[in-house]
Each structure stands twice: as structure tokens, then as C-alpha cells.
């Protein structure tokens, strides 16, 4: 899996998780959508990863996924952020996948 970060979403990430000690996780999230092919992306960024996460070294921040959610991604992907509307994007070759993906910060794991 590749993941691109561009420079427009380093720099929102950066201001977001200014003096915070973390990861960023790429996080398939299935809470409430019913069952786990009903997820939405998310970008989370948590006080500690899972033994089951897997690094993804980026152009910019290593960004952790879950093991078992990497068939819901792409293999290559971008993560941008629009000014214009004020979100996160995450956008493959072949589709995006979220067009307004969030930054959550999580305080502790779920």
C-alpha cells in the first residue's frame, strides 16, 4: 500500500496535531454503519497503535491501518485537504473514497 500525503494536508495535520504526542491511523470505521463492508474511511490519531497495525511510511507522516481493514483501501491512495470545503480527502486512481474524511483525535483506543 502507498499512501500520499499532499502538501496542503501536511501542513492541516500539523496545525491539528500541534504539541500532541500520537499516530496517525487510517482507520476503516464500522461503528454504526451496520456491519464491517458499511464502513467509512477515517483518519484518526491515537495516543497508541494495535501489535496488529501495519506502518505505512509516507512522503510525510507514517500513517498506521489496521491489518484486517486493508482490503477496504486501494493500493495506492492520496490524502489531500480542500480549502475551499474544509475537509480531508482521500482519493485513489480509481475513485475517492471518502471526500470528507475526518481527523478525529482520540484521547484513549477504543
Known sequence: MQITITEAAAAKIAEKISGRTGFLKLKYDIEGCGCAVD????????????????????NSETIYVEKSKMIFFDEQMIIDFSNGTKWFQLKSPQQILNGQL????KKNTD
Not at 39 to 58: C, K, N, R, S
Not at 102 to 105: E, K, N, T, V, W
Open 39 to 58: 464502513g467509512v474511511a477515517a483518519l484518526w490519531f491515537v495516543p497508541e497503535v494495535e501489535a496488529t497495525d501495519i506502518a505505512i511510511e509516507t
Open 102 to 105: 475526518s481527523l478525529i483525535i
